[in-house]
Nanobody
Framework: QVQLVESGGGLVQPGGSLRLSCAAS????????MGWYRQAPGKQRELVAG???????NYADSVKGRFTVSRDNAKNTMYLQMNSLKPEDTAGYYC???????????????WGQGTQVTVSS
């Protein structure tokens, strides 16, 4: 069974940095697109950044120039380096991935449980 586990969240002051990780485990054949989403209280979940298995990345306008997404395909792990954090970045951050299991011929979408990021002085 495939699992996505996020880590690296926490409390940081405005202007600070955090690095999130998302590790995929289980009977994985391959992973296509991986993405970071976030959801603040009372708001819809939104895409923050994503990256294909070939390394092409995309970002929400609100984080361009501050956040960097990367992945290590050998470790089935994606990262989100967040710099110059702002209070409006406060949210639960969720990992999403399109994964094909060894015993399957199709890709499925998986979600992690999320990690909280709080930006406050």
């Amino acid at each position: 069974q495939v699992q996505l586990v996020e880590s690296g969240g926490g409390l940081v002051q405005p202007g600070g940095s955090l690095r999130l990780s998302c590790a995929a485990s289980g009977s994985i054949f391959s992973i296509l697109y991986m993405g970071w989403y976030r959801q603040a209280p009372g708001k819809q979940r939104e895409l923050v950044a994503g990256i294909t298995n070939s390394g092409s990345a995309n970002y929400a306008d609100s984080v361009k120039g501050r956040f960097t997404v990367s992945r290590d395909n050998a470790k089935n792990t994606m990262y989100l380096q967040m710099n110059s954090l702002k209070p409006e970045d406060t949210a639960g951050y969720y990992c999403n991935a399109n994964i094909r299991e060894i015993a399957s011929t199709r890709y499925r979408e998986y979600w992690g449980q999320g990690t909280q990021v709080t930006v406050s002085s």
